[in-house]
């Protein structure tokens, strides 16, 4: 008989999906009541070890975990009591069997009968100790079953955790949502057993998305990540979501020799040196939150990033590396955002006349600086179209009808400009066009002793090292 069902509450869902991990049933709705006994008496446990844990001891690491999600609960109150035989009793009280004399009311999750109501004390991210009760008269609290009460306080296990914040996963593949919550239960006991500090920097719960979608074998599927901080004074809420094509691309990337290249460089260049950590942490999960798109719109976008990277004149990269960076920005723009709008003829036009002029180097800065302007390409592509006609060049010019996608104001007419001067730079580097201050060796590909691994591994994967825990930006990144 199944006593947790998996909500639509994302963070319930989170929690359900982590009982189901950590009763090694395959799905919420297969927990019995034997198996969720045996997941209570685990809460209990390491509840209480964290609650009367020294300060200095890394468990101690886990009850930062629960005060941030359950500020006034007694695992977390100042006065809750050091004595762990004390303190048992009052958290076994959370999740003890509901009564089956007396009233009972509808879970506020589930639907299921529930005879005992819970406050904000035990449920994260519902009010704040400054709101005013928002709850119906004469009712003490949110009626919640007893599936439902062990699953919000297993959420730390199923969830991206810090010592201030979670982050939950909620997407159209119940595979994903396992995978996630599988990864991040392994992560939980090693925090239990280590502390922050013995992770390593650098990982972020988007690398651990990509990661799941990838091991679950998603075709379309949409992916919303949900990261939150429940304190008394000034929760937040941040959410995120991945484009339903982003498992397509994914698979595109991993099956594609010169897309996993540009991955990697992209990765590469989002490597950061941690003063705190005394080594350089790896960019991987940066590059995974780009392709998150904030609700608030706050957000960093691959296409963006990638023509930060080409247009800096202070980095010099190598054909080889141009090529894999210009395909990966155009595979996540035609399977992303399904864009199939061919830039080649624009691109030809342009680089014809820079190599063309007295200074290429003048004329290249003089286009880098209008290229993601629409009036100033139009602008540019009118003195450059005429210019090659009196020069009399022997091969076709694009006119204005190729011009149209790029300078119109249109939706996604800023990507088509990326991907221009993506393209236009490398024609350029081609024909020996110095596009950067440092010009790079345009011979062979530099050698790489992971080029065969996944490029999406994360977490606890055997390819890399990223497994940390990372305070939860709320400006985006």
Same mark, same amino acid.
């Given at each position: ?5 998996a ?9 359900a ?32 070890d ?42 076994e ?37 400054k ?5 119906p ?61 013995g ?19 998603? /075709?379309?599927? %949409? ?6 901080? +429940? &304190?008394? *004074?000034?929760?937040? !809420?941040? #959410? ?53 798109e ?8 691959l296409l ?50 820079i ?6 180097? /003048?004329?290249? %800065? ?6 993601? +302007? &629409?009036? *100033?390409?139009?602008? !540019?592509? #009118? ?18 009808e ?40 345009t011979?062979?590909e ?32």
């Open positions: 008989m199944s006593v947790l069902t909500s639509g509450h994302p963070l319930q869902r989170a929690g999906w982590a009982v189901a991990i950590l009763a090694d049933r395959p799905t919420p709705e297969d927990v019995g009541p034997d198996s969720l006994d045996a997941v209570v008496a685990r809460l209990v446990a390491d509840v209480v964290a609650a009367t844990a020294p300060k200095d001891a890394s468990r101690y690491d886990w009850w930062k975990v629960l005060f941030a999600l359950y500020p006034n609960s007694k695992a977390t109150h100042s006065k809750r009591p050091s004595d762990g035989q004390v303190l048992r009793p009052a958290i009280e959370l999740f003890a069997p509901d009564t089956q004399d007396g009233p009972s009311w509808p879970c506020v999750f589930c639907a299921a009968p529930s005879a005992m109501v819970w406050s904000k004390t035990n449920l994260p991210l519902f009010d704040t100790s709101a005013l009760n928002n709850l008269p004469k009712l003490a609290g949110w009626p919640v079953c007893r599936g439902c009460r062990v699953a919000m306080w297993a959420l730390p296990y199923g969830a991206w955790v810090t010592a201030g914040s979670a982050t939950v996963l909620s997407c159209e593949s119940p595979d994903a949502e396992r995978e996630f919550a599988r990864r991040n239960v392994r992560r939980a006991r090693k925090v239990m057993q280590a502390g922050f500090n992770l390593q920097a650098g990982a972020k719960p988007e690398a651990v998305v990509l990661a799941a979608l990838r091991d679950a074998g998603s /075709g379309l599927c %949409a992916s919303t990540l949900w990261s939150f901080k +429940n &304190d008394n *004074q000034e929760p937040w !809420l941040r #959410v995120t979501r991945t484009r339903r094509a982003v498992p397509l691309f994914l698979e595109m990337v991993d099956g594609n020799a010169l897309l996993r290249r540009g991955w990697r460089l992209l990765c590469r260049s989002l490597d950061r040196y941690d003063p705190e950590a005394g080594r350089v942490v790896g960019g991987q999960g940066v590059a995974a939150r780009l392709l998150f904030a609700e608030d719109g706050r957000s960093r976008p963006g990033q990638v023509h930060r990277l080409l247009s800096d004149t202070d980095e010099a990269w190598s054909l080889s590396d141009r090529r894999a960076l210009g395909a990966l920005a155009t595979a996540y723009a035609k399977e992303v955002f399904g864009m199939d709008v061919d830039v080649e003829p624009v691109a030809r036009v342009l680089a014809e006349w190599a063309r002029g007295s200074s290429p180097r /003048g004329r290249l %800065a003089e286009y880098r600086k209008a290229a993601l +302007n &629409d009036y *100033q390409l139009g602008t !540019l592509l #009118v003195q450059a179209h005429f210019r090659l006609q009196l020069d009399g060049v022997g091969t076709q010019v694009a006119g204005p190729a011009w149209k996608p790029l300078i119109g104001r249109r939706p996604r007419a800023w990507e088509l400009r990326m991907l221009l001067f993506a393209r236009v730079c490398e024609l350029l580097q081609e024909r020996g066009v110095a596009v950067s201050a440092d010009p790079a060796d011979g062979t530099r050698e790489s002793p992971v080029e065969d691994r996944p490029v999406f591994a994360a977490a606890d994967d055997e390819f890399d090292g990223y497994d940390a825990h990372d305070e939860y930006e709320t400006e985006g990144v």
